[in-house]
């Protein structure tokens, strides 16, 4: 039974409450969601969705929203409606132009729904599909099949194209696209459902998540208190070192990352001198104790030894002493003496 709700009531409530409450229409009650790809409000109502204009969008309803104004948008298959604060700007194949809204046009399509479609569509034998008691034919446009429902398009891949997925689909893959358009009317790819072999690949506004009896699929949206707690946590959390073991690194890479991840440890006591090496630190008091490595009465020293002291030459002073020994005019050849 085709049931007229108004639209404008939907779009208040909608800009008047948070994530997680639910609007109350008819007796009926619906979820408000929160969209993950834009952190916006959405309600599916009577299986049409409504969401909220997008305020950090570049486009002039982007503006607008950032002026105060409030702007909901209903999502169709091909035009979407559009209410801008108590008035409808843009009508709809299930808005008219005063906010009333037709219901029962549209079907649910949650999960179950979508997969059945998309198994019904690839299925050659399969001339048509029954939905919620609503029967839809399948029909063909450009060697493609598809279902129109909800007021899209689920279309298969055409396999004619260069594309990547169109190579899939030529390997055997079986893919299916949601023919949903954007805000201006556009089928912009990117606004686009895709149902790959049976597995929901890319999420549309057109596809509704499963309730629960118990507890309703709902998006909470964290409180400023949760968020400043969050943010203490993190600061005041210490960072932990992990170290992971790689088959391409070496042994000895693997020795040398744990000795220096091994902490230094600090001495107890000072080391005492007395105990070092007699040759390095030698106090005056010990030097009497010391066994000399060779016997005195091998060692003979002229005076004259004893009392100078053999230079220290550097490298430099080496070098060039080594260069001038070496050249051939002080070894072969005598300086010429006029006479």
């Known amino acids: 039974m085709t049931q007229v709700i108004s639209a404008l009531e939907i779009h208040s409530q909608l800009h008047a409450k948070k994530v997680g409450d639910t609007i109350t229409v008819n007796s009926q009650s619906y979820p408000i969601r929160l969209r993950s790809s834009n952190k916006c409000k959405f309600v599916h109502v009577e299986n049409i969705c409504f969401i909220e204009q997008n305020e950090k969008s570049n486009s002039k309803y982007g503006e607008r929203a950032r002026d105060g104004e ?53 299925d050659s034998s399969q001339k048509s599909i029954t939905i919620q008691g609503k029967t839809f034919k399948k029909t063909c446009k450009n060697k493609c099949n598809l279902f129109e429902i909800n007021s899209s398009q689920f279309i298969e891949q055409n396999k004619t194209k260069n594309s990547d997925y169109a190579k899939k689909a030529k390997k055997g893959d079986k893919i299916t696209w949601v023919m949903v358009s954007n805000v201006s009317g556009f089928n912009a790819h990117k606004s686009w459902g895709l149902i790959m072999n049976g597995e929901i690949e890319k999420d549309c506004l057109l596809f509704q998540e499963e309730d629960d009896d118990n507890e309703q699929a709902q998006v909470v949206e964290p409180t400023e208190e949760e968020d400043k707690q969050q943010e203490s946590n993190k600061e005041n959390s210490t960072p932990k070192i992990l170290y992971e073991s790689v088959s ?24 005492s001198l007395d105990k070092s090496s007699p040759s390095l630190f030698s106090s005056p008091a010990s030097s009497e104790k010391l066994i000399p490595s060779t016997p005195p009465s091998i060692v003979k020293c ?16 080496r070098r060039k002493k080594n260069k001038k020994d070496s050249s051939p005019l002080s070894k072969n050849f005598a300086p010429v003496v006029n006479q």
């Open 302 to 317: 002229s005076p004259l030894e004893q009392v100078l002291e053999i230079p220290v030459r550097s490298r430099t002073t």
């Open 248 to 271: 391409a690194i070496s042994s000895e890479k693997k020795n040398e990352k744990l000795r220096y991840a091994t902490p230094v440890k600090k001495l107890q006591h000072k080391r």
């Open 70 to 122: 409030k702007i909901t948008w209903i999502v169709t298959g091909s035009k979407w409606g559009l209410i801008c604060d108590d008035s409808v700007e843009e009508t709809c194949s299930v808005l008219n132009e005063d906010g009333e809204l037709t219901c029962g046009t549209f079907v649910k399509l949650d999960k179950k729904t979508l997969v059945d479609i998309h198994g019904a569509l690839h």
